[in-house]
Structure formats: C-alpha cells, structure tokens
C-alpha cells in the first residue's frame, strides 16, 4: 500500500492528556486544539509518500513488541502561540528504535526528521526544532498505540501496529474470517458479567461473522458432552464460550499468551474487529475487571453496592439457580440501552455538537462569579441528550438549550459548581411578566423563589437540580418564552456575574443541619 502525506508515531488517550492540570489550566485560558478530533499523537516522523510494506519489512527487523509504549512528557514550550509537550525518553524507549530504523533504511528523509513532541494547540509553524522550555508539573505519563495515518489514493487510512500479526492493521477493517454458521451458543449455568457482555457483542455485531448468532438459541452446559471438542461442535454449530477450550475461552488464550489480559468478551471483540468501538468501552472495561480481577462493584457506598449491575445479576442468580435465561432476560436490555447511549454519547451527539458550531446555531463562551470561571454553551436544537452530553463530555459549568421547534428555552448546570441563578431567574421572570402584560407587581423574594410563579408558567425554578426551566425536557402545555433566544442568553450574560457562588449549596447545608 503507497500513502501520500503519511506520518508515523505514537497516538495517546485523548481524556487522559486533556484531564492534565497545565493543560486543563491552558483550555481556560483560550488554547483550542489545530484539530479539532478527540485524539492526541507523538509524531516520529513524515513521509511524502511511503509504502507501507516496506515500512512494515523494515519493522520487523527490530524483533521488540512495538504497538504499546509508556511516554513520560516532562516538558513543555510555546512558539508563535503553538504550544507543544516535550517528551523524556529513555534510550530503549521503543519510538528511538522505528525512528532509527526508518531513517537507517532510507524510508524517511532526514530532513523530515522532527523533534518528538505532542501538539497542545495552535498553528504549527513546522519548524524542525521543537526544544524543552520550561518543565511539566507534574509530568504526563501515557501509554501510546504506533499508528501509520496517510491517504491512499483519495481514502484517509489509519493503521495500528500488531505484535502478534508484525504488520499495520486497519481496526476498522470488515472481519476477514470465513463466517461459521452457528445454530446454538452455549455457556456456563451461572451468569456473569463477562458472559453477558459476551452475548451481547455477539448478537448484535457477530451477524457476518456468525451467521445466525442472532436467533440462535443459548444453552447451558457444565461441562462438554463426553467426546466433543469445542472445534467439534462448532462444525457442528453449537459455538462454546468460555467453556473446555475453543475459539472464545479466556482461559486458554491467556495461558498461551503468557499475559492475564483477555476476558471472553475482549477475545469476541477482537475477532470481530470491534475492540477500540468506544461505544462498547465500558462494557468490556467491566466485564473484564468483574472476570479478571474478581471486583464486582468497587464503591464502598451500600446504595452504589446493592443497586450495582453486578451485585443485582448476583440476586438475579440466586434467585432462579435453576433458570439462567431469566437473569439474561433482565441483564442483556440493560446492556443494550447501555450500548445504545454510549454510541450517541461517542459517536451522534459529538457529531451534532460540531455541526451545530459550525452551522452558527451554537457557540461557547465564558463567564465569572465571583471567583468561580465558568465554561458556558448556548445551542438550538430539539435534542435534549445534547445539553447532558456538554455537561458531562464537554464539561459545561451552564447550558442554556432552545428547541429550535418551539422557542421554549432551559437553562441547566453542573450541580457540582453551585451557580447562583437566582438574579437570573429574577431577570427572566420580570421581563416575562413586562411583555405578557399580566400585571404582577415585581416582588425580588418573590421572583427569585424556587418552583413556579402564579401568572407566570413559562418560567420554573428548580433549586434541587438548580435548573431553570421553560417547559423543561417535555414541555407539555408549558408556554414558550415570549423572549428570543438571543434576549435570554444577554440576560445570563448580564446577570450570572451578580449571583453568589456556592450559596446554593451552602443553604442546603443549613436545611440539612451541617
């Protein structure tokens, strides 16, 4: 395969480098991301053009595992307003390795051989040098993935390095196997997480795969009937999991491998391709902590504890010891709905979100009280999982969301940061009340009361979930704002900054004796 404009180098977990203090401190300050794709990389060198089969045979030389490294970055610098860290690498540190050899072998030209650093945001000038400044406190350790990134042709392709396969895979590559038919799975009678994670991928992704997968019965054995192999039965079409050997055991995978790495559902996973799906990370985080590491829920909270899906399947188990299928009956639609959030929550609503920015119908900005510096978002749209999404993906401190349908317009916030909405409120329900014309007196206690105001529907206040709501989630016979959107964002704007920070949670301490 010949890329064009084609790098080599190390790419890093997104959420951990953003959750750096100096980076988080950087975010505030207004330093944006060149691009805006949710993914760090070390860059170890470009190519003009490349073939990466060469690339692959000249790899291969270096006989050392090559797809996973630890990277230290202790260091930072700033030029022309591009700010960069700078790594410490130690002389075995994987990276110097395919540097060098890519260089050795004639593959990179010397001239595009750039100093190791992660980009932070700003214009990159392109320079040559990118040197250490001043020093990262505290350091920034990561593990990275080797990625080849380049077009072929007209198609952008991105690959990741295989120490078991010593070549560059596309992870996103439609499965290669010869699909195996399958009329029935089987597993262990007693239901764990890994098994149900494991049923789950399998009827939803593993239909190319596995034909039939997907109405095949699940049966519950002990053990294997006397004579069979697992290879056996599936040519058979009885697919075994986790169960005497075969394609989908743990146990048996680990042992060759020498490494405690693999549940049932990340073996499932990898054989379809899926593994990196971030929709199905927490899935298989938890599946394989609740099988390889024996720890159910980890909080210590007894609420957190027996409402925990692990410690409900272990109820679930217990009460119908011997009728399995009913505990997968409630476990695998809690999954699912799991499954299906996180794909909007990774994949739809950034998409959304991007779109909406780049549309004009939404934008973000800043604010202050009192001490407290505030990351705020204002949007139109009539999806009501995007203002969720931006308090948690984005961590936005204020959303203020229009539905673009109907004018009704909800102010939400992170309860954490205890805004003061009150002179909000106050403001709202007082130009309200002047354009409805209904004649109420303005009372200051009265409009900035919590819950909602004779005469004046549109407008509630919710001091528990510290919203202010016009129709909230499902509007009902709510009436919309008579204000534009625009008119309710200038007086949050304005008014935000007259509010206590913290004097909600500070009157809740007081209700509740602390």
Not at 52 to 67: V, W
Not at 80 to 92: A, F, I, R, S, V
Not at 490 to 508: N, Q, S
């Given at each position: ?128 040098s990118k040197p250490k400044e001043a020093d990262l406190v505290p350091t920034l350790t990561v593990n990275g993935r080797l ?302 009361s919590p819950g909602r105001i004779e005469g004046l529907d549109e407008w509630y206040y919710d001091d528990a979930a ?49």
């Open positions: 395969m010949q890329l064009k404009s084609a790098w080599i180098g190390y790419n890093f977990p997104f959420d951990t480098v953003e959750a750096h203090p100096q980076i988080v401190k950087w975010r505030k300050n207004g330093l944006e991301k060149r691009v805006k794709m949710p993914e760090h990389h070390m860059t170890l060198g470009y190519f003009d053009s490349v073939d990466s089969n060469k690339l692959t045979d000249a790899l291969k030389k270096l006989g050392i595992p090559l797809s996973q490294t630890s990277v230290v970055f202790d260091g930072f610098g700033v030029i022309d307003g591009y700010t960069y860290l700078t790594p410490n690498l130690t002389e075995e540190n994987p990276s110097n390795a395919v540097r060098k050899t890519i260089l050795d072998d004639q593959l990179l030209l010397p001239e595009n051989d750039k100093d190791f650093h992660l980009s932070i945001g700003g214009a990159d000038p392109f320079t040559s990625v080849l990134v380049g077009k072929e042709g007209e198609k952008f392709v991105k690959l990741f390095w295989d120490d078991a396969k010593q070549t560059f895979i596309d992870p996103n590559a439609k499965q290669t196997h010869a699909p195996i038919p399958v009329e029935a799975v089987v597993i262990f009678p007693k239901i764990q997480a890994d098994t149900c994670v494991a049923l789950y991928i399998l009827a939803r992704f593993g239909k190319e795969a596995f034909p039939g997968i997907d109405v095949a019965p699940v049966l519950f054995w002990s053990s294997l009937p006397e004579g069979k192999n697992p290879d056996q039965l599936l040519a058979e079409g009885v697919l075994t999991i986790d169960l005497g050997g075969g394609l989908f055991d743990h146990h048996i995978a680990n042992t060759e491998s020498g490494k405690r790495e693999d549940c049932a559902s990340t073996l499932i996973a990898k054989y379809l391709g899926i593994d990196q799906n971030n929709a199905l990370k927490k899935c298989l985080a938890w599946a394989k902590r609740d099988d390889l590491e024996g720890k159910g829920t980890i909080s210590d909270d007894p609420l957190d504890r027996a409402f925990g899906l692990s410690g409900l399947m272990m109820n679930l188990n217990r009460a119908f010891p011997d009728d399995p299928k009913r505990t997968l009956d409630y476990i695998l639609p809690l999954i699912h709905f799991h499954v299906l959030e996180e794909t909007k929550r990774s994949e739809e609503l950034p998409l959304e979100w991007q779109i909406l920015l780049d549309t004009g119908k939404a934008n973000q900005f800043d604010l202050k009280q009192g001490n407290a510096d505030l990351k705020c978002a204002y949007l139109e749209t009539d999806n009501i999982a995007l203002a969720g999404f931006l308090r948690a993906a984005k961590r936005m401190d204020l959303v203020v969301q229009r539905r673009a349908s109907s004018g009704h317009t909800n102010i939400i916030t992170r309860q954490l940061r205890s805004i003061d909405l009150r002179p909000v409120v106050e403001a709202l329900r007082k130009e309200e009340a002047k354009r409805k014309d209904t004649g109420i007196k303005f009372d200051r206690v009265l409009f900035q510290n919203t202010i709501q016009n129709g909230g989630v499902n509007p009902g016979t709510t009436p919309a704002t008579r204000m534009s959107g625009e008119e309710v964002l200038e007086i949050v704007k304005r008014m935000i900054p007259f509010g206590i920070i913290g004097a909600l949670k500070r009157k809740k301490n007081i209700e509740l004796g602390k």
